[in-house]
């Protein structure tokens, strides 16, 4: 799978806006952008993903660079319940990467 | 729907003892995952099933980890023995199909603590 680059941690007001990036300058064709967050004590939690255009759910949107190489996870309103490890993960679209591979991800911290 | 049912969700043992840990996937998920998470890192997969096949087991330490997925429904990741590094948290994730466009659901994890 090819890799992602995220900051190590973030910090953001409540009820404000936050950005959270992600590079991945080796992302192929057939690679779809995933956004996996985990809160404390809890397994990870699907958020998003896209291919090539920009996506929006109840949660949150994903934001793709017209190459492809980065992408931006955008929190329109941040709460405290938004405070997670944020995960930026490729997967092949194509078979043959099933798993999710996952680095250290992006920590994030909502001040009150 | 319901979620994805794991336990237990705290378990501590000595060394050298054995351990189980049992999964429950989403109805109709065919695929199963099982991961380890060290602190402080990102999930690392041990295993995948497509119903009751193990189909990607590279990442199981075969000495003293099994896993078993009776009938395709739930799962069971055993360690005979534990050892001190194999404290961790243990998820299990379930999702429809195995492709890069289908979501995982994550378990609550089990923590497994070993002295």
């Known amino acids: 799978d090819a890799k992602t680059t995220q900051p190590n941690s973030m910090e953001s007001n409540e009820e404000e806006p936050v950005h959270l990036p992600c590079n991945h300058s080796?992302?192929?064709?057939?690679?779809?952008i995933h956004w996996y967050r985990q809160l404390p004590s809890q397994g990870p939690e699907y958020v998003i993903h896209?291919?090539?255009s920009n996506v929006n759910n109840r949660m949150a949107s994903l934001a793709i660079a017209e190459d492809r190489k980065s992408s931006t996870l955008i929190l329109h309103r941040a709460t405290l319940r938004d405070a997670a490890v944020y995960y930026c993960i490729l997967r092949d679209s194509g078979g043959g990467s099933e798993k999710l591979v996952f680095g250290k991800g992006m920590k994030l911290t909502v001040n009150p | 729907e319901a979620g994805v049912v794991q336990s237990p969700r705290y378990k501590i043992i000595e060394k050298k003892q054995p351990v189980a840990f049992w999964c429950n996937p989403i109805?109709?998920?065919?695929?199963l995952y099982w991961y380890r998470q060290n602190l402080g890192q990102g999930p690392e997969l041990l295993i995948r099933y497509e119903n009751e096949e193990a189909v990607d087991d590279s990442q199981l330490p075969k000495d003293r980890f099994s896993a078993e997925r009776l009938k395709g429904v739930d799962s069971t990741l055993k360690i005979q023995p534990a050892e001190l590094g194999d404290s961790a948290v243990y998820l299990c994730a379930s999702s429809l199909a195995p492709a890069g466009n289908h979501r995982q659901y994550f378990g609550p994890g089990t923590r497994l603590t070993v002295l």
């Open positions: 080796t992302i192929s064709g057939t690679d779809y």
């Open positions: 109805s109709g998920h065919n695929t």
């Open positions: 896209g291919l090539t």
